[in-house]
């Protein structure tokens, strides 16, 4: 934001679809909800990425480039956890939801695409510390009742 | 034209037809006016809203000029409104006119009509075309112009159009907030002057209003157009057209925005350089971006262009002293072309040799050194029409094959008991050819034919040698020891030296001073001689054995800078200048000096004693090893508390001090040598100074003299009392005035005449000569001085001290209850020194009057001079000034006042003549009369004359003895 001198006080509707969050949803669907967060957030980061070297792309990788891609490197291994831990309590195949079809248009401006691939970095933070807070919500409730979601994920 | 009859009545029809016509011509010309002023019909417009040009086409009749005005549509702003002279179209017979808009199109709606003009005549306006912007009902919020790209300092206007129902806030250029102008409802307008050069992902203008829930905005890239620069073809298979250019600036665009470039219109994807399949001989580089484009040419022919490949399979062939080196060629065509190529050959320096011939595939190296590495590199050019040097070669590493060493450069220490050592510095790898394996070492006396030999290690560079084992050998015999180095190759040439001891009687050493170039040292040639010279140093410390450097010179040196790694600062060195050192080495010259000076490491050696009450401080050298440069000389402190004060600074020879004048006490003295770097840490000594024994043994020895001296004088008075009594305090007589003493009556005028005295009459049954008082005048004394009003009665002060100083150095003092008082009285006049002793009721020594009128009716002393009698107003009145003998005193009548002869103020003083002719005739006052007054009680000349004054001031011991000696003749009876 600072280096592209965008405005503090502006944001657009969130590009991650998911239901909202509810009191009534257990640790397993927290994790589910987290982990088609973190999904859809992995799947614009590559299309940004692409788009950004298609439009904005140097000869010249630079510092930029290098913080981009550590991001994406950690978001996927993010991505690849939660997976592991649902396929650990529910052992069935993971649905993940495709993205809205008007997010699949791809900016038309350079503006657009800047705000674009800025929307969704903002996305891939708020969705990592959602993570942290549901993996220690989830690490604490085990330590509580270590069966608990193997238990729950049966009765399911 | 019509006949008219021919009548009368046809005059005033003339009239009339001639102003029909008029009107008639004028009707004409506004009926023509009209045709032509057309109103423009079929107005069109063409927008072009990347470049911002609105193109406006109408048929326009015959006119030439119209007017145009164009408008915003919605606040029916005139935005442009000129005269312009349309162009023609031949085709369709349209005027044609293009406008280009400060804002982008899509901002708002403009109106565009327009007229025709002639001169002042112009025709109504065309129906109004509107261009719709942006801004309409139904659209969204958005700016413009997108992603535009603009060279630097150019001005562009941005526009922002809000929503339907939404505010607008700002529009922002980078991080600058801009003014801002409005075009429409919804349409807002800012622009950005004299723009900077954007960076890598442009600038972004944002839109900012009361929706926080887009963000609207646009980027703009700026840059610069293409600059090229160095563009140039060659060939390196003689073949293809190799092209290559330089970017004289960084447009700072990408991407889409980035410069295309081609040559000779085929396209080149690399930005610098483009291949093209022949040699075409004549090219054409074109570059283009978004804001403009740059075209260079170059032309050749294909030989002048040839830059060589690198040469390939590089191979040696060594040998001791030289190598082959082959090569091949990437490109057969390179055989029939000739080439000069450069040979690059690397050991410890780096050397180039130039080869040549056609299609060279070899160079021969030469002068290489034995058992070296070598790394070797290839590059050639073309020899004829010379481009470019080629690429080089890989580098090649090769060794030549070992040789046999040189001869090792020996040297010799002796000892001056023939004892020494044979040295010779190790061969070096560019001397040794090759591994050395070892030395051998040969003594040889030539007289005797004798030798011994003695195989070393590669290692060694020295040999101890004792020629006193030689049965045969003598001072005068010479011994000659030989070194050969060998290795795996064979042995080199031997190198000799010959053995004896030559400083028999060595040359002083001058000092040289280090210089950045070492150490400088020169002497004089001499021309008989054409031997060589042999430097050699070592560390002045050393004395046996000592591990030598040295270097050899040419015949005709007469100077050299030595230097070496080896040197250290503070250590001293010996150089010696040897001439003929293979042959027959003499000693020449010898030098001392030192890289760097410093300040001595070592101190003195402090000694410190007391000789009567000084102290006497010794020392010896510094040690050579701790002086660490030349000793200028010492400085002496002495410890003063905390710091120390510089006593004195002693030159180099002087090793003692001695300090004088210190009091009973403990002193800590400190002794530091120094060198021009400065002084060492210093020697310290501390003494307690004991009281000097002798001076208080003296004193104490003086003391006791004196206090026995006294005591026998008080036992001897004691003794005599009686006589003391009789001699000096007998019973006063009365006066006997000759004459008549009383003839005059009256204050008496006392002006005594100069060097008049006043003679004492003794008691007269002790003397009837002496028993009256008699004024003996003294004219042969002429002092002049204080003649006149001078009072009477007095002497001379220097007569006066002198009695004082009598009386006072004597430790023998009459002592006489009835004249101590006035005695005491005397002594504590303010302004004489004169004591009178034993005159009780005189007042006067000239006037006699009653005790009341002492002080106020005769003689009032001078104030200067004034006697104090204190209350005893009936005292002895003290003669006042030395010389004031005059005036009437000097008259031989006497005046004496009756009053005077009934007081018994005055007493005949007891008349003293010295016993000693010696003193007698010395004086030159009348003998009779010693010229003074003198108390009663007192043994002493009150005035004795100066002459008399000067010569026992001189010889004060000697009147002590004449007072002594005259006390005891006076006590016999």
Redesign the interface.
């Known amino acids: 934001r600072k280096k592209?001198?965008?405005?503090p006080?502006?944001?657009?509707?969130p590009l991650v679809s998911v239901p909202p969050p509810s009191s009534q949803l257990d640790t397993r669907d927290k994790l589910w909800r987290l982990h088609s967060a973190l999904e859809q957030c992995h799947s614009l980061l590559e299309r940004a990425i692409a788009k950004e070297e298609e439009?904005?792309?140097?000869?010249e990788k630079g510092e930029y480039e290098n913080r981009r891609k550590t991001v994406k490197d950690r978001l996927l291994f993010l991505l690849n956890h939660t997976r592991e831990l649902l396929r650990a309590a529910d052992g069935s195949s993971i649905f993940t939801p495709s993205l809205d079809g008007s997010e699949l248009d791809d900016p038309a401006?350079?503006?657009q695409l800047?705000?674009w691939v800025y929307r969704i970095f903002m996305e891939v933070k708020y969705w990592s510390q959602t993570a942290i807070a549901v993996l220690q919500e989830l690490q604490s409730d085990t330590a509580k009742t270590p069966s608990k979601l193997s238990k729950r994920s049966a009765r399911r | 034209m019509p006949h008219l009859p021919n009548s009368p009545t046809a005059k005033p029809n003339y009239s009339s037809v001639w102003v029909a016509f008029v009107l008639l011509g004028i009707s004409a010309i506004n009926t023509q006016a009209k045709i032509a002023i057309t109103v423009p019909q079929q107005v069109s417009l063409s927008a072009n809203f990347s470049t911002q040009q609105l193109s406006i086409s109408w048929l326009g009749g015959e006119a030439t000029t119209f007017d145009l005005i164009i408008l915003r549509t919605e606040f029916n702003e005139t935005v442009f409104y000129d005269t312009v002279s349309a162009v023609l179209n031949q085709d369709g017979g349209q005027h044609q006119w293009t406008w280009t808009s400060v804002e982008p199109l899509e901002c708002t709606s403009l109106s565009l009509k327009v007229r025709s003009r002639e001169g002042k005549t112009i025709s109504e306006w065309s129906e109004p075309q509107i261009l719709e912007g942006r801004d309409l009902p139904n659209s969204v919020k958005s700016?413009f112009p997108?992603?535009r790209t603009v060279p630097v300092g150019a001005n562009t206007t941005f526009c922002c159009i809000v929503q339907e129902g939404k505010d607008f806030k700002s529009i922002?250029y980078?991080?600058t907030v801009m003014n801002v102008k409005r075009l429409s409802r919804r349409s807002y307008a800012t622009t950005a002057v004299n723009q900077n050069i954007s960076g890598?992902?442009?600038t972004?203008v944002?839109c900012?209003s009361n929706d926080?829930?887009?963000?609207?905005?646009?980027?703009i890239f700026v840059g610069y157009p293409p600059l090229l620069s160095k563009f140039e073809c060659e060939t390196r298979d003689l073949i293809i057209a190799e092209c290559q250019w330089e970017e004289g600036r960084s447009t700072n665009l990408?991407?889409?925005n980035a410069t295309r470039y081609s040559v000779n219109e085929r396209d080149c994807p690399e930005r610098r350089r483009c291949t093209l399949s022949q040699w075409d001989g004549n090219w054409t580089l074109l570059a283009v971006n978004p804001l403009g484009q740059y075209s260079l040419t170059d032309s050749a022919e294909v030989s002048h262009r040839v830059h060589p490949v690198a040469p390939v399979k590089l191979t040696p062939v060594a040998h001791a002293w030289n190598a082959t080196v082959l090569w091949e060629w990437a490109y057969s065509s390179y055989s029939s072309l000739a080439l000069v190529c450069q040979v690059e050959l690397a050991s410890h320096n780096t050397m180039l040799g130039n080869f040549s011939g056609v299609g060279l595939r070899s160079a021969v190296l030469l002068d290489l050194q034995p058992d070296e590495e070598y790394k070797v590199q290839v590059r050639c050019g073309s020899q004829k029409n010379f481009w470019k040097w080629g690429d080089w070669s890989k580098a090649l590493s090769f060794k030549t094959k070992p040789y046999v060493p040189d001869a090792p450069d020996v040297w010799m220490w002796m000892n001056r008991d023939n004892t020494g050592l044979v040295v010779w510095k190790p061969l070096t790898r560019r001397q040794s050819h090759g591994q050395i394996v070892g030395y051998k070492v040969t003594l040889w006396n030539s007289e005797e034919n004798e030798q011994h030999t003695e195989i070393l290690s590669p290692e060694s560079k020295v040999l101890p040698v004792n020629l006193t084992r030689w049965a045969s050998f003598s001072g005068d015999n010479k011994v000659i020891a030989t070194v050969i180095a060998k290795n795996v190759e064979g042995m080199s040439q031997p190198a000799s030296v010959l053995l004896h001891l030559i400083d028999d009687e060595p040359p002083a050493l001058a000092q040289t001073v280090y210089t950045s170039t070492g150490f400088p040292l020169s002497w004089q040639h001499n021309d008989n001689s054409t031997c060589g010279y042999l430097v050699e140093w070592c560390n002045a410390l050393c004395t046996r054995d000592c591990p030598v450097d040295w270097i050899r010179l040419d015949a005709g040196n007469t100077n050299i800078s030595v230097q070496s790694a080896d040197f250290q600062p503070g250590v001293r060195y010996n150089f010696s200048l040897y001439s003929c050192p293979s042959d027959f080495p003499v000693l020449t010259h010898r030098w001392q000096g030192y890289m760097q000076e410093l300040a001595p490491s070592s101190s003195v050696r402090l000694e410190i004693t007391q000789q009567g009450c000084d102290v006497v401080l010794t020392w010896e050298e510094i040690p050579l090893a701790g002086r660490r440069g030349f000793l200028l000389g010492y400085n002496v402190y002495i410890s003063n508390g905390s710091h120390l004060t510089r006593l004195a600074n002693l030159d180099l020879g002087t090793r003692t001090y001695t300090k004088k004048g210190l009091s009973v006490s403990i002193h800590k003295f400190t002794v530091k040598a120094y060198t021009s770097a400065g002084e060492d840490t210093g020697g310290t000594a501390s003494i307690r100074l004991e009281s000097c024994d002798g001076l208080i043994l003296e004193i104490l020895a003086s003391l006791g003299m004196v206090t026995f001296l006294l005591a026998t004088v008080a036992y001897f008075c004691y003794k005599k009392r009686r006589w003391v009594k009789k001699a000096f305090y007998p019973d006063i007589p009365e006066p006997k005035l000759p004459g008549d003493w009383f003839r005059t009556q009256g204050p008496l005028d006392v002006k005594p005449p100069p060097h008049s005295m006043v003679h004492i009459i003794e008691k007269p049954e002790r003397d009837s000569s002496k028993d009256s008082l008699v004024v003996i005048p003294e004219e042969e004394e002429d002092d002049g001085e204080g003649i006149g009003d001078e009072p009477v009665d007095t002497d001379e002060p220097q007569l006066l001290r002198y009695y004082n100083q009598v009386v006072d150095e004597r430790p023998i003092r009459p002592r006489f209850p009835d004249s101590s008082v006035s005695s005491s009285s005397s002594v504590d006049s303010a302004n004489t020194d004169v004591t009178y002793t034993g005159i009780q009721t005189s007042c006067s020594s000239l006037v006699f009057l009653s005790d009341s009128q002492c002080s106020s009716e005769g003689f009032q002393p001078h104030t200067g001079f004034s006697v104090s009698s204190g209350d005893r107003g009936g005292g002895y009145q003290p003669q006042m000034q030395p010389v004031a003998l005059g005036g009437n005193l000097a008259s031989p009548e006497p005046l004496v006042e009756p009053q005077v002869v009934s007081s018994g103020g005055y007493k005949p003083q007891s008349s003293w003549l010295l016993d000693s002719p010696t003193e007698t005739d010395e004086k030159i006052s009348p003998p009779p009369s010693l010229g003074s007054p003198t108390s009663v009680a007192s043994t002493q000349f009150l005035l004795p004359d100066s002459e008399e004054h000067e010569e026992e001031r001189r010889q004060p011991s000697s009147l002590a003895a004449a007072w002594f000696t005259n006390l005891l003749s006076s006590a016999k009876p």
């Not at chain 1, 592209?4 to 405005?7: A, S």
């Open positions: 592209e001198n965008f405005p006080d502006v944001s657009d509707g439009e904005l792309g140097g000869e401006t350079l503006f800047k705000w | 700016m997108q992603d922002l980078g991080s890598n992902s442009g972004n944002v900012l926080p829930s887009s963000l609207t905005g646009t980027v990408y991407r889409k």
